[in-house]
């Protein structure tokens, strides 16, 4: 138990040390924590013959720092990932190769640490299979392609190629990574599927997690009106440690996790008070540009007020760059939600209420149906957006439906 205690605090250390030397080197104050990317296979990088079937590796020709025993494994390497190419079905053997490649550039881009393991592995996410990229022996990134379904949908994502690289890819990567992965996306015309944006406070916020769950009960994390859902995850009783306060949805592609990453890290006798907001984008309703990447300051301040106001905390003041959600498609879902929340009234409890509303009195009535939270499916979208929806719905969807005789 001591010695897995010891290893917890050298990594969580190291992990600490990497972060602050990144925050030097870049200049921003907020790190890139995760990062996922889909690539259309039409428009991802297509290997050469070279590629695919390297010539041997000669001392001459390779890095000089290279012991015999390195390059031994570099040449059994190649040679496997060579004939594992050469055994793929012909269907498969495009996607695979495009995959392969892709996986090179990314460890390219993190740094000499990383590497592609030569042999495929079953797939995640709905894809078939993937590369794993390594550091040290563990998985810290894969790069998934082909679908692992029959299905249109999956048929779809069969035409892409996916990145997905975790937390220590991302914290152990060289220091312009982040710049030089904007450059891969933009030429390769990747889209950007989720990136977390975290903030270390490394000496604890002011006030703690408790202030952050006392700032949102204060509607400081309020946009146009409209209160985030919101939540805690641990021992919130009795002075607990290792707790988390969430604001935001990952339906909607925001959220926020305010937490106690020092007991994280090193358990619950972690005496370093180190705390993260962590910010979390997906692109469900929203255009991740890969400039994120490369300004992460500017858009972690772009969430929100309190979000600039945490930075400029923190000592970085920096113009905000919001993440718009896309217009189209939130008046799409507004409307979709709101059709089925009148649906359901009309269909299911349109009795009752035309019982309620003959016989109660008015004020009665009145009192019945006032003063109720929004439904769950609706609590994302803001008052404006819900009475236009309301405002455009069809007469047609007041009549209950009637279902066809046998």
Request: glycine residues 8%.
């Amino acid at each position: 138990m001591r010695k897995n205690a010891q290893a917890l605090i050298l990594e969580g250390n190291e992990i600490k040390l990497r972060l602050q030397a990144d925050r030097r080197v870049s200049g921003h104050a907020v790190h890139v924590d995760w990062l996922r990317v889909t690539f259309q296979r039409k428009h991802a990088p297509i290997p050469t013959v070279k590629t695919l079937f390297p010539d041997p590796v000669q001392r001459d020709s390779y890095d000089y720092s290279m012991s015999e025993a390195d390059m031994d494994i570099v040449r059994w390497k190649r040679a496997k990932v060579a004939k594992m190419l050469r055994e793929m079905p012909d269907a498969d053997f495009a996607a695979s190769a495009q995959a392969h490649l892709l996986a090179q550039k990314i460890c390219a881009i993190l740094g000499s640490q990383f590497s592609v393991e030569p042999e495929l592995k079953k797939g995640q996410d709905f894809y078939r299979f993937r590369w794993s990229i390594v550091r040290n022996g563990a998985e810290c990134a894969w790069v998934g392609f082909l679908a692992s379904g029959e299905s249109p949908r999956q048929q779809a994502q069969g035409q892409t190629i996916h990145a997905n690289l975790y937390g220590a890819a991302c914290t152990f990567a060289n220091g312009d990574w982040r710049h030089r992965m904007a450059h891969l996306i933009e030429e390769h015309d990747g889209k950007v599927t989720r990136v977390d944006l975290a903030l270390d406070f490394f000496d604890g916020i002011s006030g703690g997690v408790d202030r952050v769950r006392d700032d949102w009960h204060a509607g400081l994390m309020d946009i146009r009106g409209h209160r985030p859902d919101a939540n805690t995850v641990g021992p919130w009783v009795d002075g607990g440690r290792g707790r988390s306060f969430y604001f935001g949805s990952k339906e909607a592609g925001k959220q926020t996790n305010a937490y106690e990453k020092g007991v994280q890290l090193f358990g619950k006798k972690d005496a370093t008070n180190w705390e993260r907001i962590e910010l979390r984008y997906g692109n469900k309703l929203r255009e991740l540009p890969a400039d994120i990447l490369r300004r992460p300051d500017a858009f972690f301040a772009g969430a929100s007020d309190w979000h600039a106001a945490m930075l400029a905390e923190h000592g970085r003041i920096t113009a905000p760059e919001p993440v718009k959600v896309k217009a189209k498609q939130a008046v799409q879902s507004v409307k979709a939600e709101v059709t089925r929340a009148v649906r359901w009234l009309s269909d299911t409890a349109s009795q009752s209420l035309a019982l309620a509303f003959q016989f109660l009195g008015e004020d009665e009535f009145i009192e019945l149906v006032s003063h109720r939270n929004l439904p769950g499916r609706l609590k994302k979208f803001s008052g404006s957006e819900i009475k236009a929806a309301f405002t455009a719905l069809s007469p047609a969807i007041y009549q209950p439906r009637t279902r066809l005789a046998a």
